[in-house]
Structure formats: C-alpha cells, structure tokens
T-cell receptor, first 114, second 112 residues
Framework: EAEVAQSPRYKITEKSQAVAFWCDPI?????LYWYRQILGQGPELLVQ????????DSQLPKDRFSAERLKGVDSTLKIQPAELGDSAMYLC????????????FGPGTRLLVL | GENVEQHPSTLSVQEGDSAVIKCTYSDSASNYFPWYKQELGKGPQLIIDIRSNVGEKKDQRIAVTLNKTAKHFSLHITETQPEDSAVYFCAASMGSARQLTFGSGTQLTVLP
C-alpha cells in the first residue's frame, strides 16, 4: 500500500537554528499539504500545493517559514529561525486532486525547540 | 472562515458498548466531512467520510450521520474494541481546493 513518507521522524533543535522537513507524497498525487499539529489539538493547514504551485499559504508565518515543491513531487518545509512556540508535530498529506478527495497523511515529524 | 467544534474531548466506554462523537460546523457551504483516527505517534488515518448529498454512511462497525439543516455530523462506533482506542478528529471542507478545518479531537478509551 502506497504511503506518504516524511523525514526526519523526530528533530530536536535550539531556538534560532534552522530546521527542514521533507515529504514524499503518494505517487501520482497532485495535491500536497503541510499541517502543524500542536499537542492536544487538530491539525492546522500551513500550506497547500497543487503540483508545484502554492494554492493556499495564508496560514504560513512567512517571516520564518518557507515551503517548496520544485518539481511537483516531493516537498520541503523550512523554519528559520526556529522559536520555542514552533514545537509541534508537522504533518504532510497528499490527495489525488484536491481537498474534496481523501487526504492521506504521513507519520509526521515531531519537532522540539529548546 | 469555517469553525468546527467537537465533543466530547474525552470518552471512555466499556468494550462492546457504542461510542458517539459529535461535531458542528459553521459554514453552510461545507460539503465534505471526513473522520480521522490518530494513534499515538502516528499521522491521522481516514476511517470514513460523507458528502453533503448523503445523510448517512456505514462501514462495518463505523457509521457517520449528517444533518445539514442543523450543521452537525456524528461518528458512531458500535461493538467497540480495545484497538479502537485513539484520538478521533472530525473535519469539514467546502471542497474544490478549500482547506480542511479540523475539530479539536476526542480521546476515546475502550476499557477491556
């Protein structure tokens, strides 16, 4: 069964450092999402890609967060500089076409900022 | 934007009993309502979804009902088993490139 891959699974960093997360969606899925999930809460969308284009990044803190999906396949989410409040689970999901299709989530990257 | 409220935040049931989780949404334009199960340390997994042109959908022990007039939808799990223990999230979307808005989650514990 095809799955969304994410790495690393865990990341510990100090504040002001740069961190990067990688996601490889299910093959053939045009839409890719990055979510942030704070402990005890539901996932919140950070950015949505359709192929290589950003569809929605209204909730992405653009002063420190950036995301790219250069070839329309895998994607990288970067935080620079990391702040204590960035500690959370970062989830990647993909769907075949758009939000109305099933979103399949990866295992996530647990980030701890010290 | 859309707002999804989910209740209860925690739910404990005896094995074999039924569990019901309820969600309300604010935007009447929402038309897609998935439910996800998240086990500790894992990403959410879709367990069932429903679209606004359907009032009820069932898959073995899991069912979802939708009341568009009242803007609420519910997850029903029958004959609960210990492996059903997890956090369950509801979500709503207006579809077609509109984002999913998630509820705050329900920690379900099935007691053996």
């Amino acid at each position: 069964e095809a799955e969304v891959a994410q790495s690393p699974r865990y990341k510990i960093t100090e504040k002001s450092q740069a961190v990067a997360f990688w996601c490889d969606p299910i093959s053939g899925h045009a839409t890719l999402y990055w979510y942030r999930q704070i402990l005890g809460q539901g996932p919140e969308l950070l950015v949505q890609f359709q192929d290589e284009s950003v569809v929605d990044d209204s909730q992405l803190p653009k002063d420190r967060f950036s995301a790219e999906r250069l070839k329309g396949v895998d994607s990288t989410l970067k935080i620079q500089p990391a702040e204590l409040g960035d500690s959370a689970m970062y989830l990647c999901a993909s769907s075949l076409y758009d939000v109305g299709e099933t979103q399949y989530f990866g295992p996530g990257t647990r980030l701890l900022v010290l | 934007g859309e707002n999804v409220e989910q209740h209860p935040s925690t739910l404990s049931v005896q094995e074999g009993d039924s569990a019901v989780i309820k969600c309300t949404y604010s935007d009447s334009a929402s038309n897609y309502f998935p439910w996800y199960k998240q086990e500790l340390g894992k990403g959410p997994q879709l367990i069932i979804d429903i679209r606004s042109n359907v009032g009820e959908k069932k898959d073995q022990r899991i069912a979802v009902t939708l009341n568009k007039t009242a803007k609420h939808f519910s997850l029903h799990i029958t004959e609960t088993q210990p492996e059903d223990s997890a956090v369950y999230f509801c979500a709503a979307s207006m579809g077609s490139a509109r984002q999913l808005t998630f509820g705050s989650g329900t920690q379900l514990t099935v007691l053996p």
